[in-house]
């Protein structure tokens, strides 16, 4: 029975949807599908965060002149097995896609190929990109930086971002491995869905301005779009719960997509609302397994420890153990079958972008 909150869509049309609002905004057909399918990809998985309730934020940034509609995309240094990329404040989805195009072409002539971005925006989910390696039995990889949301250990003010790290591994027979994580407790995506759901946030996801835990979705925002005091804290929360150790990981993230490409980083890059270009930093990669060992054999041994994993000890009152990605790649069937709920919320965001754009809205 559908939840009164929500709308279900078909995905193809959801898809079909965000095109034409794209297209709208000058961005080229093609363009327009690539961007369109990640928003789409993210809300098939149950990463609604940053699905399609992101394009009215990406509007917006195309209809103020923020974001360049047709992307430009100028490598600036290349080798056999890597790529330097200025994006030139283009759609980040679209850059993003090419250039992890680019690095499984050199992955397949040099074994290894990585990209590393300057002057880009918001990609999604960082997870789309590392597995369209897996198509050609490759480890993918991506990460990206992020405005200013995440308060370093023993600290207070919102100095770094929610810096996701994503890697996607084939298997034979299993799922592929897909890890797609924020290097915070969680991203502000999820605190954005929390609000609109009005959801208490978990002790140990942010705190306030005074450092104490903050337990409400609009008291984070407040935080980190206002009074930049408190915020997200990283991946495992305070000091005494190992909380260094995700701060550790999101200054890696800055370090090797803002500091190696030379784009912005920690409190530099830009916000959604800020006019001038983000500038975000990504960094993408493939990797061709046959260099280290026979690929077929690659993913027989990784069935065989995914299985044996899944096949361990369970806790009490529990009956599965998951690899990672798995969860999502079972969401993705379902919701391709049955539609995508949408929070009834951001169908009429869609609704009104609709009628802003002049584009039929048939969701």
Not at 45 to 52: F, K, L, Q, T
Not at 316 to 326: A, L, M, N, S, V
Request: glycine share 8%; hydrophobic share 40%; charged share 25%.
């Amino acid at each position: 029975m559908q939840n009164s909150e929500e709308r279900v869509v078909e995905a193809n049309r959801l898809k079909e949807f965000c095109a034409n609002v794209l297209r709208k905004l000058k961005v080229p057909h093609e363009e327009a599908e690539i961007t369109a399918d990640i928003l789409v990809s993210a809300d098939l998985r149950g990463i609604e965060s940053h699905g399609v309730s992101r394009l009215p934020r990406y509007a917006k940034r195309l209809m103020n002149g923020w974001i360049r509609p047709e992307a430009k995309i100028t490598v600036r240094r290349e080798t056999p097995v890597s790529l330097l990329i200025d994006a030139e404040n283009s759609l980040g989805q679209v850059v993003a896609y090419r250039a992890m195009e680019r690095c499984i072409e050199k992955a397949e002539k040099s074994h290894l190929g990585f990209a590393s971005i300057t002057n880009g925006n918001h990609i999604g989910i960082a997870g789309y990109y590392a597995m369209m390696a897996l198509k050609e039995n490759m480890i993918g990889l991506c990460m990206t930086n992020a405005w200013p949301l995440v308060v370093p250990t023993f600290g207070i003010e919102p100095i770094l971002g929610t810096n996701p790290i994503a890697f996607a591994i084939p298997a034979k027979h299993e799922h592929p491995f897909v890890l797609d994580m924020a290097t915070s407790v969680a991203p502000i995506g999820k605190m954005e869905v929390y609000r609109r759901h009005r959801k208490p946030v978990p002790a140990g996801w942010a705190i306030d301005e005074k450092g104490d835990p903050a337990l409400d979705a609009e008291t984070v925002m407040r935080c980190v779009y206002k009074s930049k005091r408190g915020g997200l804290l990283p991946l495992g929360g305070l000091e005494e719960t190992a909380g260094y150790k995700g701060y550790g990981l999101s200054l890696l993230v800055d370090i090797l997509t803002g500091i190696l490409s030379g784009a912005a980083y920690g409190p530099h890059v830009g916000t959604p609302e800020d006019p001038k270009p983000s500038n975000i930093g990504i960094f993408v990669g493939a990797i061709d397994v046959n260099a280290f060992t026979p690929v077929d054999e690659f993913r027989e041994r990784m069935d065989i420890m995914i299985n044996s994993i899944k096949a361990s000890v369970k806790a009490k009152g529990q009956d599965r153990i998951y690899i990672h990605g798995e969860r999502e790649w079972e969401l993705e069937k379902q919701h391709r079958k049955t539609g995508i709920p949408l929070y009834i919320k951001v169908w009429e965001s869609l609704r009104d972008l609709a009628r802003q754009v002049n584009v039929e809205f048939a969701l």
